[in-house]
């Protein structure tokens, strides 16, 4: 189970870095976002008792805070741990990598990384998979699916509760 303290600890300080940004298309505080990808992976984590539910969800909380709100790395160590901090590290795509081969680049170092690091990004696509936007194309609906069956093959495996919840919300996602 889950250490609520280190749950709102993590929570603070997300709401703190994401600030004023919101879900975008949504107009919702980013924590939402946050919260429910969150939510997913306590939910696996009641079916796998082995997972470290407080790094998953410490992690959970996190996984956008490098990538989107400027928390450094060596912040996130200071605060929560290298442990959180790699799992951290491991979700955010790279500048410095070509765009194309960035989500590719994260999924490699997320597989190095502790099952529960994977968890969390299966947990983040399977939130993502929500009704698209409605200015988006065909094509860029039809990318967003591709990318999260490779997302599904790449970290397969790691949670069958979160797998097949992929599975199923990819199935869902209308392309047109
Ligand atoms: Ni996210």
Redesign the pocket.
């Known amino acids: 189970m889950w250490d609520a303290d280190a749950y709102k600890r993590a929570l603070d300080f997300a709401a703190r870095a994401h600030g004023a940004q919101q879900v975008p298309g949504s107009g919702f505080p980013y924590v939402v ?1 946050l919260t429910k ?1 969150a939510a997913e992976v306590m939910r696996a984590c009641t079916h796998q008792p082995s997972a470290d539910a407080t790094l998953a969800v410490t992690c959970a909380l996190l ?2 805070s490098m990538e989107d709100a400027g928390v450094t790395k060596a912040q996130l160590v200071q605060q929560f741990g290298a442990q959180v901090a790699d799992g951290v590290d491991a979700l955010t795509k790279r500048d410095a990598v070509p765009k194309p081969d960035r989500m590719r680049d994260s999924l490699t170092r997320i597989a190095a990384q502790p099952p529960e690091i994977a968890m969390v990004k299966l947990a ?1 696509r399977i939130t ?1 998979l929500e009704p698209a936007p409605p200015h988006w194309s065909a094509e860029k609906r039809s990318a967003y699916r591709a990318e999260a069956h490779e997302i599904a093959r790449a970290l397969a495996g790691r949670s069958a509760w979160l797998d097949e919840r992929l599975q199923t919300k990819i199935s869902e996602y209308a392309i047109t």
């Open positions: 976002h990808v996984h956008d983040d993502n």
